[in-house]
């Protein structure tokens, strides 16, 4: 849930042949091609919102660009997450603002500017007064009233906010047919939190959890699946904690069981989950993670700290020891796992002791890739307002001590795969060109020789050489 880069969408499609359409709303409003640019910030549930976002405004006339310039349409698909991450919002803003002027100075039309995700659902009053160059705001759970939106704005009715909570219109209000961009998708299944980690501003900006129902998700993935998807990873803020009933009213699903019925679906190859809670890994799903051969060896599964006084603080509901307990149950079921994780260093107050604790924390887990942060204070959650807030000096401090251990970690798990064949999911070529560039098992991206024609396939490939971000190998 963590990777903090920008991504953008960018539906590459060949011909730019003039769409006509009518907008949802007006039965006579005919458009001509439209150019959208989605810009995403944040964890995969925005990745996959933002593709959705390109999915409901196709059939009104909207082709993904991948650059704002001349874009019809710019949408920031935004982060909340720690400040930064917010703050990068009105930067972006103000190049906007630039690019907006410019294209109507110069009679090239005029450019609706949107802001979207989970800046939006916590400030969006904040938003319009600060940035008038915004025409729409809308919530994570409201983009199936995009073409409504989009059709308000041109009819010049003014600016349009929009952050209602309800998921399952949401989901109901989107097109079932997705346009994939390559092998690999993202599904969402679940979204919202009720955890209510003391640092976390989730459950604030995404809602309840909330899960899709079992055909609604299998319905979508064979769509995917149709499309040539060979890998789905199933997505929500806690992914583990999915629960629906089951198809034939015979009580309850949880996400162990509906990864057995992904897994029958043909094509399908490939399926991974994330974001997990510790409190939420029931026996079934680890049953799961160890009988099904489809799902990869790598789970993600965040601790955040090592010292239960800190854990305590933050709400997570769990001891260490228990997450130790855990660990090991799940690498009994499935000795090949690699772990991830996620780590908050100088939570209020953290002390060196604390910090220690989540040293010896990654010693004893060993992790094969992770994310970490220095706790960042976000308005409106109990952190914030905790007494012991620490140093800035300090957090940076243990970020480096704590990243030197994990970064040392991950170098090493990838080196330990020098000499063994893995099977790659072949996505494209390398962008230096030449070599074929895919996902291993365990994520990291493998570099290796290989024809074109082996896009989009499964291929073994021998490992030759490793790094801290990636690996490369041979056609084995
Ligand atoms: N639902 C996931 C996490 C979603 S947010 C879970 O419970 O694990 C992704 C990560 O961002 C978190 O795991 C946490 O490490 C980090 N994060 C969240 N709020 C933060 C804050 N206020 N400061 C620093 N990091 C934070
Ligand atoms: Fe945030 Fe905690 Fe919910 Fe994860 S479980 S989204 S960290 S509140
Ligand atoms: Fe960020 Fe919202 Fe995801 S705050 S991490 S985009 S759920």
């Known amino acids: 849930m963590s990777s ?26 005919i458009t001509n091609a439209k150019k959208l640019f989605i810009k995403t910030y944040g964890c995969q549930m925005n990745v996959y919102d933002s593709e959705r976002m390109a999915d409901v405004l196709s059939p009104i006339g909207y082709t993904a660009v991948d650059t704002p310039e001349d874009a ?16 990068k919002v009105y930067s972006e803003l103000g190049r906007v603002r630039k690019m907006k002027e410019a294209k109507e100075a110069e009679g090239r039309g005029e450019m609706t500017v949107a802001v979207a995700g989970c800046v939006a659902q916590a400030e969006g009053e904040e938003i319009m ?53 390559g092998f690999s998708a993202f599904l969402t299944i679940q979204e919202g939190c009720d955890k209510f980690c003391t640092f976390c501003v989730v459950p604030y900006t995404r809602g309840a959890e909330v899960s899709r129902s079992v055909d609604q998700i299998i319905a979508e993935a064979r769509d995917l699946a149709k499309k040539g998807v060979r890998e789905i990873t199933l997505i929500g803020q806690n992914v583990n904690a999915y629960e629906a009933d089951a198809p034939d009213g015979s009580g309850k699903w949880g996400l162990g069981a509906l990864i057995r019925h992904v897994a029958l679906i043909g094509g399908i190859d490939r399926i991974r989950f994330t974001t997990s809670h510790p409190r939420d890994m029931d026996d079934d799903l680890i049953k799961t993670l160890g009988d099904e051969p489809k799902l990869m060896p790598y789970l993600h599964l965040p601790i955040q700290a090592g010292s239960n006084k800190v854990l305590r603080a933050m709400n997570r509901g769990h001891t260490y020891a228990e997450y130790k307990e855990l660990i090991a149950k799940i690498r009994a079921a499935r000795p090949d796992i690699a772990l991830s994780g996620d780590f908050i260093v100088g939570f209020p107050g953290e002390t060196d002791a604390d910090f220690e604790d989540t040293m010896k924390c990654v010693e004893e887990i060993g992790y094969g890739s992770s994310f970490s942060f220095k706790y960042s204070v976000r308005p409106g959650t109990p952190g914030a307002t905790m007494p012991r807030q620490v140093d800035e000096n300090v957090k940076s401090e243990r970020l480096k001590r704590l990243q030197d251990l994990l970064y040392r970690q991950q170098t090493e798990f990838n080196h330990s795969l020098i000499g063994r064949t893995l099977n790659v999911l072949v996505e494209g070529v390398g962008r230096d060109g030449g070599q074929l560039f895919g996902r291993s098992p365990y994520l990291q991206g493998t570099h290796f020789d290989g024809d074109e024609s082996l896009i989009g396939t499964i291929v073994p490939v021998t490992i030759t050489g490793a790094g801290r971000n990636s690996l490369t190998g041979e056609l084995a």
């Open 129 to 181: 007064r600060r940035a008038p160059v915004v025409d729409m705001v809308l919530g994570p759970q409201t983009y199936h009233k995009l073409p409504e939106m989009v059709a308000k704005v041109a009819r010049a009715q003014g600016e349009v906010l929009e952050t209602e909570f309800d998921t399952l219109e949401k989901f109901d209000g989107l097109p079932t047919s997705r346009d994939p961009k």
């Open 72 to 87: 019809d349409l710019v949408v920031l698909n935004t982060c909340h997450i720690r400040e930064k991450a917010a703050e």
């Open 4 to 29: 903090q880069s920008p991504r953008d969408i960018n539906a590459s499609r060949d011909i730019e042949a003039p769409v006509i359409a009518k907008a949802s709303d007006t039965a006579s409003d």
